[in-house]
C-alpha cells in the first residue's frame, strides 16, 4: 500500500508507518499544488492513501472523483510527538478504508 503525506504531515512520521510505501509531497516536488491537483497526481502515481492534518479538505473536496483513500488526521499539530500517537487508530482502521471516500482519525 502507498501513503503520500501532505505537507503539512512532518515526514518524520514514515518511522511510524515501516510496513508501507510512504513518500511526501516534497520529495514528489509537489509542493503548492492545490488540493485537488495534488490529489490527481497522487492517483496517476498510485497512490492508495493521501494522509492529512488539513481539517479543511473534508468540507473542500469531492473525494469520489478520486481513486484514493483521504485520511485526516485530527491532530492540533504536525509535531511528531502529537502525530505518533494518532498512528495506533489510524494502523487499526487502514483495513477497512474504500478508495473515494475519506475519513477522520481521532484519539
Same mark, same amino acid.
Given at each position: 500500500?502507498?501513503?503520500?503525506?501532505?505537507?503539512?504531515?512532518? @515526514?518524520?512520521?514514515?518511522?511510524?508507518?515501516?510496513?508501507?510505501?510512504?513518500?511526501?509531497?516534497?520529495?514528489?516536488?509537489?509542493?503548492?499544488?492545490?488540493?485537488?491537483?495534488?490529489?490527481?497526481?497522487?492517483?496517476?502515481?498510485?497512490?492508495?492513501?493521501?494522509?492529512?492534518?488539513? @481539517?479543511?479538505?473534508?468540507?473542500?473536496?469531492?473525494?469520489?472523483?478520486?481513486?484514493?483513500?483521504?485520511?485526516?488526521?485530527?491532530?492540533?499539530?504536525?509535531?511528531?510527538?502529537?502525530? @505518533?500517537?494518532?498512528?495506533?487508530?489510524?494502523?487499526?482502521?487502514?483495513?477497512?478504508?474504500? @478508495?473515494?471516500?475519506?475519513?477522520?482519525?481521532?484519539?
Amino acid at each position: 500500500m502507498k501513503i503520500l503525506l501532505d505537507e503539512c504531515v512532518t @515526514k518524520k512520521l514514515i518511522t511510524y508507518l515501516v510496513n508501507y510505501e510512504v513518500t511526501t509531497v516534497s520529495k514528489k516536488n509537489w509542493n503548492g499544488l492545490r488540493n485537488g491537483e495534488l490529489m490527481k497526481k497522487a492517483e496517476e502515481d498510485s497512490f492508495d492513501i493521501f494522509l492529512t492534518i488539513d @481539517k479543511k479538505m473534508l468540507h473542500q473536496q469531492n473525494f469520489s472523483e478520486y481513486n484514493l483513500i483521504v485520511v485526516v488526521l485530527d491532530s492540533p499539530s504536525s509535531e511528531i510527538e502529537i502525530l @505518533k500517537e494518532y498512528v495506533q487508530n489510524f494502523l487499526n482502521q487502514i483495513s477497512s478504508f474504500e @478508495k473515494r471516500k475519506a475519513y477522520i482519525i481521532t484519539l
